[in-house]
C-alpha cells in the first residue's frame, strides 16, 4: 500500500501563489519510474487532471497552462505543484496521484481557496 500526503493548500488572494506538495511512502526507484499527477476537484464538479509528469515529460490543462508548474524531486520522493497567479475559479480540493504497475494511489487532498 502506496500513502500520498499532499501539504501546502491555503487561503490566497486572487493573482497570489501556492506551491502544492505531496511525499509518496513507496521507495525513490519505483517513485521515479512512476507517472504522478494533480488532480482537483471544485464542489459540483467532477474532478479533473491539472497536471501530470512522466520522468521528465510534463503535461497541463489548458486552463493552468503558463500559471502552474509540475515537478519531482525523485530522492525525497516528492512532487510539486507551483501555483501562480491564482484565480477564484482555481479553488478546489487538490489531490495527487500515483500510478504503479496497474494500480493507483490517491492522497487525501488539499484545499485551495482563492478570494476576489
Known amino acids: 500500500q502506496v500513502q500520498l500526503v499532499e501539504s501546502g493548500g491555503g487561503l490566497v488572494q486572487a493573482g497570489g501563489s501556492l506551491r502544492l506538495s505531496c511525499a509518496a511512502s513507496?521507495?525513490?526507484?519505483?517513485?521515479?519510474?512512476?507517472?504522478m499527477g494533480w488532480y482537483r476537484q471544485a464542489p459540483g464538479k467532477q474532478r479533473e487532471l491539472v497536471a501530470s509528469?512522466?520522468?521528465?515529460?510534463?503535461n497541463y490543462a489548458d486552463s493552468v497552462k503558463g500559471r502552474f508548474t509540475i515537478s519531482r524531486d525523485n530522492a525525497k520522493k516528492t512532487v510539486y505543484l507551483q501555483m501562480n497567479s491564482l484565480k477564484p475559479e482555481d479553488a478546489a480540493v487538490y489531490y495527487c496521484?500515483?500510478?504503479?504497475?496497474?494500480?493507483?494511489?490517491w492522497g487525501q487532498g488539499t484545499q485551495v481557496t482563492v478570494s476576489s
Open positions: 496521484r500515483i500510478q504503479i504497475g496497474g494500480y493507483e494511489y
Open positions: 513507496t521507495n525513490s526507484f519505483i517513485f521515479s519510474l512512476s507517472p
Open positions: 509528469i512522466t520522468g521528465g515529460s510534463t
